[in-house]
């Protein structure tokens, strides 16, 4: 038996690793409805209503664009912190 044999994570840590994890994505959730309501008020007010098909075009495409890059940067930090450790 080496050393890098890993040990089994005891079944109470997973579990509250699961709910940890859980908990945080509800609150990203709630966090995300909340900007989604913010950013569809502020576009209501620069292109008037909110149900023309243009203006929620471009938010969507707003939105993935800045998903897809937040998504990035956020993936190669923790990356980094990982290696760093």
């Known amino acids: 038996m080496g050393e890098d044999e890993e040990k089994p994570v005891p079944l109470k840590v997973e579990v509250l690793d699961k709910i940890a994890a859980l908990v945080t994505a509800a609150f990203g959730l709630v966090a995300a409805l909340a900007w989604n309501e913010a950013i569809?008020?502020?576009?209501?007010?620069?292109?008037?209503?909110?149900?023309?098909?243009?203006?929620?075009?471009?938010?969507?495409?707003?939105?993935?664009?800045?998903?897809?890059?937040l998504t990035i940067v956020v993936a190669r930090a923790a990356s980094n912190a990982k290696k760093n450790v």
């Open 40 to 69: 569809k008020a502020i576009f209501k007010e620069i292109f008037g209503t909110a149900d023309a098909i243009a203006p929620m075009l471009i938010y969507a495409i707003v939105v993935t664009i800045a998903a897809v890059i």
